[in-house]
């Protein structure tokens, strides 16, 4: 039998500020900070870009350029600049600036410039690429041969087996071919040194920056790189900045188990949910949606977009996977998932295809280039596939919907060039000013024990708690989560460590 294989694991032309005055080393990269941005109107933005070495240990060889985006602050005293970054590994800051309206509030945009850049490796940043889209739309809807008949992941034959280790090396040597040198280059550690390149040339002597998600580890390198230039860094949904691939797979699957729990809960509620009745058992309602997942590996669903993807048990994984995310996509899943019990996957197909930015003509944004190879390059993986198999086993118990198949997600990071790898290094922040860490308590793709973990890690961390479901905290419907993060952004004072909202 085939199983399914899911993969995870987001005005006028104006000059730039001063540049800072202080760049770190021996003054070798002094230049990069002297630079200016050629500010240009983009709508109601500014854009511009700033280059930075390709390796920081060789500042005198080959530069990257780096995208950026500014939202003028509304008021007449700004603070200075706030930096945002929306997650990823992959996603875009200077897409998330065009949403700042809704990504912070009114009165941090009154005194922020709001500044968002895309990542070394994303986007318009010398983006990574890997597979192209016909490729990748083979890789996400991969099957391999399973034992039983509902194509269960923790059940992979030895034919399967080899299926996996030949998709994912495909996978990694399309990265080799098509980008080079740039994919030894895509660390964390070096996003965080771009990003203080950037707050030297906006003229802060202090960064203000609010990290989602992957963000947070982007923060996190931050503030245990140059904890002197930390003002106010808000680190929203953690991910554990030190823990390899394959655990982190696993330990989101576990967050992600959390939430669709939550969300059953919440659907047998209502009157018109396709799991059951009101008063029906949370496991009833999960077990018909395991029946549909493994109904779909036997039989794929029907699909109106009619571009020659099946919608199979890895489709169906993905859209149930992408509504997790926000609570806000619970009524759209609902929805999906009663046409998929009639036989229409068209829904889920297209929930899924958010996950991991397929537009509608069927190209991808390089999001799943960049997330693969940053999470390959930040830790070391284990090398053999037996590793994989069974901590797809372990994951399924904890897991049973999204375990095995999160555990197989880490696998390209098997085959990833050892010398791609960054060196281990424990982040504590030593010397930083307070770090805010806002956890909520079923996120779905940063299970709340990582923010807990990171709050405890950093010598200053600051927990701040949502009890609530729906990924990340910040701006997510809690007017007490939103006080505290806007009083620290503006005015730098931190709520008790341990407050719940």
Known sequence: MSGALVLLAVAGCAGSGDAGD??????????????RIAWEECDEFECGSYEVPLDYENPDGERLKIA????????????????????????????????AER??????????????FDPRGVGRSAPVECLDAEGLDEFYGAEVDTEGDDADMSEVTDTGLEELEELNQEFVEACERNSGELMMHLETANV????????????DDGLSYLGKSYGTSIGAHYADRFPDRVRALVLDGAT????????????????FETALRSFV??????????????????????????????????????????????????????????AMYEESLWPRLRSALADAFDGDGTGLLELGDRLYDRRPDGDYENMSAALISVNC??????RDIESYEEASVEAAEE???????????????????????????????EGADPVLIVGTTRDSATPYVWSEELAEQLESGVLLTRDGDGHTGYRMGNDCVDAAVDEYLLRTEVVEDGTVC
Request: aromatic fraction near 6%.
């Open 377 to 382: 390059s930040d830790a070391a993986s284990p």
């Open 192 to 203: 965080a040194r771009d990003m203080d390149v950037l707050r030297g040339i906006l003229g």
């Open 240 to 255: 554990p900045p030190d823990a390899d691939p394959l655990e982190l797979s696993v330990q989101q699957a576990e967050g």
């Open 22 to 35: 202080d760049p770190p080393g021996d003054g070798e990269l002094g230049e990069f900070y002297q630079q």
């Open 68 to 99: 950026v985006r500014r939202l003028p602050a509304a008021g007449d005293s700004p603070v200075g600049s706030l930096v945002v970054n929306p997650g990823g590994p992959g996603g875009s800051g200077f897409d998330y600036v065009a949403a």
């Open 399 to 429: 897991s049973p919907l999204f375990g095995a198949s999160f555990a197989w997600g880490a696998l390209p990071c098997a085959y990833w060039p050892e010398e791609a790898v960054a060196e281990p290094v424990e982040l504590t922040g």
């Open 265 to 322: 809960a919440d659907c047998l509620e209502g009157a018109d949910c396709p799991l059951g009745e009101p008063g029906d058992d949370v496991d009833d309602g999960v077990a018909e949606l395991e029946d549909l997942l493994a109904s779909a590996a036997r039989d794929p669903l029907d699909s109106t977009l009619d571009d020659g993807r099946e919608v199979n048990r890895a489709r169906v994984e993905l859209g149930v996977t992408a």
């Open 103 to 116: 990504a912070v509030s009114e009165e941090v945009r009154e005194r922020f410039d709001v500044v968002g």
